[in-house]
């Protein structure tokens, strides 16, 4: 199974540099994300966890079907006694709009 992304940033603002792409699965046909609702207005905002040790956000979003019960675990607890409710959302039409190089 793959490792965490290896990501070094750079000094630049809003520059981040792929030191090492061992995450990489082949061909992603879809993707899964949790979006949290707000109970007042209905918009959503996409969720994230938040890892102490390297103090970042991981947003909730996959493209392993096997993850997907990790993350709805992970928006559960977050939810909690909140008031607001999650939204497991699948996108699966893929459209490769450019290579970037």
Known sequence: MPGPARVKIDTKPNHTVITKTDNML?????????????????????MATFDAATWTAQPLVT???????????????????SGYTARLVKFSRREDLREIR
């Open 63 to 81: 493209g392993e079907e096997e993850k997907v019960d990790i993350m709805v675990v992970a928006a559960q607890t977050q939810i909690k006694g």
């Open 26 to 46: 082949g061909r992603y046909d879809c993707l899964w994300a949790i979006f949290g609702v707000d109970p007042e207005t209905g918009k959503e905002g996409l």
